[in-house]
């Protein structure tokens, strides 16, 4: 069965420095794999998103994606953290090629010291 | 361009009750999916629908949930009767066309169950 794990429950930077989520999945195919963030009170947002071609994925906010097939991972990656990135992360896997079902895990939050 | 629209935004019932919630989507959005998001963790899908039909409720406890979305617009998730275990944040989310588009989400509606 396909599953999602982020192995960081909560992580702690600092303003400025630079952050890596990590993120690994079970998929037996090709995955299409995303990134949203949520901020509280508010819904999901993709950050970005991969479904074939370049490995290195940007997106939104001057985050970016590196999709490893070798070792089933798409990490997440910001050279340098403002305060306002300060939410949850998910990563997500969608089976059978379909954005329908989505398989979220469990979450990163992301906490930023001033 | 308006959002995913949902009501109420907070809801508290004690078990046994009934309840729901409603989703107006993005207009001219055809897919329109429902996720039940507990708490610690990522979103899990209830129900995926395509226009008016259903595409995916393989995970929707039908027993006590059902889902509608009349004239292929507005969709309306009712929980009848509750238990404590549904406390979670229902989340809704719509897509332009095809599976393979971005997802947008509502901001939620948070339940309690007493």
Redesign the interface.
């Known amino acids: 069965a396909q599953s999602v794990t982020q192995p960081d429950i909560h992580i702690t930077v600092s303003e400025g420095a630079s952050l890596e989520l990590r993120c690994n999945y079970s998929y037996g195919a090709t995955p299409y794999l995303f990134w949203y963030v949520q901020s509280p009170g508010q819904g999901l947002q993709l950050l970005l998103k991969y479904f074939s071609g370049d490995t290195l994925v940007q997106g939104i906010k001057g985050f970016e994606a590196e999709f490893k097939r070798s070792q089933s991972s798409f990490n997440l990656r910001k050279p340098s953290v403002h305060w306002s990135d300060a939410a949850e992360y998910f990563c997500a896997v969608a089976a059978g090629g379909s954005q329908g079902n989505l398989i979220f895990g469990k979450g990163t939050k992301l906490s930023v010291k001033p | 361009e308006a ?2 629209a949902q009501s109420p935004r907070y809801k508290i019932i004690e078990k046994r009750q009934s309840v729901a919630f409603w989703c107006n989507p993005i207009s001219g959005h055809a ?1 329109l ?1 429902w996720y039940q998001q507990i708490l ?6 209830l129900i ?1 629908f395509q226009n008016n039909g259903v ?2 409720d393989s995970q929707l406890p039908k027993d006590r949930f059902s889902a509608e979305r009349l004239k292929g617009v507005d969709s309306t998730l009712k929980i009848q009767p509750a238990k404590l275990e549904d406390s979670a944040v229902y ?1 809704c ?1 719509s ?1 332009p066309r095809t ?10 509606t948070r339940l309690t169950v007493l």
């Open positions: 959002g995913v897919t999916y610690g963790q990522g979103p899990k899908l995926q595409v995916d989340l989310a897509s599976p393979e588009d971005t997802q947008y989400f509502g901001p939620g």
